[in-house]
């Protein structure tokens, strides 16, 4: 059983078009972290979200932490081809020793 | 460079043989994670050094994984007689000191990983 669920798990778009991804879990996180990670890399830290319902703009895309700290989304507005990668959430775990990762979120982005 | 470096980068082993994949953190940064990865999956904790000290193994499959840090900087990852189901990308991360997550601390930085292939 994953502790953090991200939906959807495909998402394939044309240039300019928004969409929201979603990552989701039945525990309290202290905080959450989003990373992308593309093809033959490592994934890379986007934003780190704290307070429950924390909003983050970074650009294009706006991070926000549910209320209850046990929820994220992520939105991508007017979208580029340059968006495409793995979208990951991450966490600690229930016990605050490990830091788990979402099985993430495929988007791709045709022009 | 400045970046987190694994080698190496592509590995091709017969089933049965061992394997060694390192990894070189950023100076200066205590904490060290080894992560696997499964094709179109995210990560999977596998393990965790504060400096020299193995805090966490939990995440290792098996006893045919081992991963030490010696000295506090560099990493091995070496498993025994690799089986097929091995086969991954195995991704290494480091932080400076883990105090836990606080506003915009507690970036990990990746390397671009091992990617270890099982005949």
């Known amino acids: 059983t994953q502790l953090l669920e991200q939906s959807p798990q495909f998402l394939s778009i044309q240039e300019g078009e928004n969409l929201t991804v979603y990552c989701n879990s039945s525990s309290v996180f202290s905080s959450l972290q989003w990373y992308r990670q593309e093809p033959g890399e490592g994934p890379v830290l986007l934003v780190t979200?704290?307070?429950?319902?924390e909003v983050k703009k970074l650009k294009r895309l706006t991070f926000q932490f549910g209320d209850a700290r046990k929820d994220s989304s992520l939105h991508i507005t007017a979208a580029q081809p340059g968006d495409t990668g793995l979208y990951l959430c991450?966490?600690?775990?229930?016990?605050?020793?490990?830091?788990?990762f979402g099985p993430g979120t495929r988007l791709s982005v045709l022009p | 460079g400045a970046g987190v470096s694994q080698s190496p980068r592509y590995k091709v082993a017969k089933r049965g043989q061992d394997v060694a994949l390192r990894c070189d953190p950023i100076?200066?940064?205590?904490?060290l994670f080894w992560y696997q990865q499964a094709l179109g999956q995210g990560p999977e904790f596998l393990t965790y050094f504060q400096n020299e000290a193995q805090l966490d193994k939990s995440g290792l499959p098996s006893d045919r994984f081992f991963a030490e840090r010696p000295e506090g900087s560099v990493s091995t990852l070496k498993i025994q007689r690799t089986q097929q189901e091995d086969s991954a990308v195995y991704l290494c991360?480091?932080?400076?000191?883990?105090?836990?997550?606080?506003?915009?601390?507690?970036?990990?930085?990746f390397g671009e990983g091992s990617r270890l292939t099982v005949l």
């Open positions: 100076s200066g940064h205590v904490s």
């Open positions: 991450a966490g600690f775990d229930n016990y605050g020793q490990n830091f788990v």
């Open positions: 991360a480091s932080s400076l000191p883990w105090q836990g997550l606080r506003s915009d601390t507690g970036e990990l930085f």
């Open positions: 979200v704290v307070t429950g319902g």
